[in-house]
């Protein structure tokens, strides 16, 4: 069993007055950006995530979070891949080439492959950017790798048509059924485990809503597979001070005594370290 939030590690965070290298509109309400962040492109690892500030002025006083979805180490950019929810996000979506964001990164801990063989990615929806950088950056000789991947529809799907092109068995699953098999991803992805049962040394990789994961902490524990789950929370300032991403700590009786942090004890956590509600 790995315990993530001991291994967290205290990485340099780089800040930086970023250049927008290139905007992409990805479907009605999530765009692509491409970042100059050369030392943030470096040193970040598929899990981390950036505070974004997308503007000098006092509002959004606070910058926003996102998830790393690629790096180009050779260019010194990063990409990050958002939806639109809010007025930051609206006015990140009104960025053009050559306009600047406000960067601090790369914050956060990382996902753990080393101790084993056979890993099941499970993402749901914009949760996709962590899970993306993973198997980006991937040695497949020394995993075997299946993904599965689940939205609320086919629009929600975002980066599919890349994400078939990596060779990589994949599972979609949509709730109105317009792709890939009808339903949530977690009863599709339980529903193969009969198939792997009997399997040593794997572990599941996710990311997702806070429901999805809640269901795969049950089908993990269930089948004894350890799991990382990369939580989706609101983190104000991405640094531990403001205390707004507590999350509900588990303790050996079950007991809830006390709480973590997001953004410095994870965002990825073990399956047997956080309390998650299903609904």
């Known amino acids: 069993m790995i315990n993530l939030t001991d291994m967290t590690v205290k990485r340099q965070l780089f800040q930086h007055e970023s250049r927008v290298i ?3 509109q990805i479907t009605t309400d ?3 950006h491409e970042y100059e962040a050369p030392e943030i492109a470096r040193s970040a690892k598929p899990g981390q995530f950036v505070k974004t500030r997308v503007t000098s002025e006092y509002a959004p006083l606070l910058p926003r979070p996102f998830s ?5 180490k050779e260019r010194g950019t990063i990409f990050v891949l958002f939806k639109v929810v809010g007025r930051s996000t609206v006015l990140l ?3 053009k080439d050559g306009d600047t964001v ?3 990164g790369p914050l956060g801990n990382t996902f753990h492959t080393k101790p084993y063989g056979e890993l099941f990615l499970i993402a749901g929806g914009i949760g996709i950017p962590p899970v993306y950088f993973l198997l980006k950056t991937m040695d497949f000789s020394m995993h075997n ?3 599965f991947y689940g939205a609320a529809s086919k629009e929600d799907l ?3 048509d890349e994400l078939q092109k990596m060779n990589v068995p994949l599972e979609f699953a949509t709730e109105d059924g317009s792709f890939g098999k009808k339903g949530l991803i977690t009863s599709i992805f339980e529903s193969t485990l009969y198939e792997y049962k009997h399997k040593s040394n794997a572990c599941i990789l996710t990311c997702g809503p806070m429901p999805m994961l809640a269901e795969v902490q049950r089908i993990a524990c269930e089948y004894s597979i350890p799991a990382q ?3 989706e929370t609101i983190m104000a300032c991405g640094t531990g001070i403001c205390q707004g991403c507590a999350l509900p700590k588990k303790v050996e009786k079950g007991e809830v005594v006390e709480y973590c942090l997001a953004c410095i004890d994870g965002p990825v956590f073990s399956e047997n370290e956080l309390v998650l509600q299903n609904g």
């Open 145 to 147: 790798v299946r993904l």
């Open 158 to 160: 975002y980066l599919a």
């Open 22 to 24: 290139s905007c992409k």
């Open 68 to 72: 790393i979805l690629d790096v180009d």
């Open 102 to 104: 406000g960067l601090l």
């Open 93 to 95: 979506a009104g960025k």
């Open 30 to 32: 999530c765009y692509l």
């Open 229 to 231: 789950l990369s939580v």
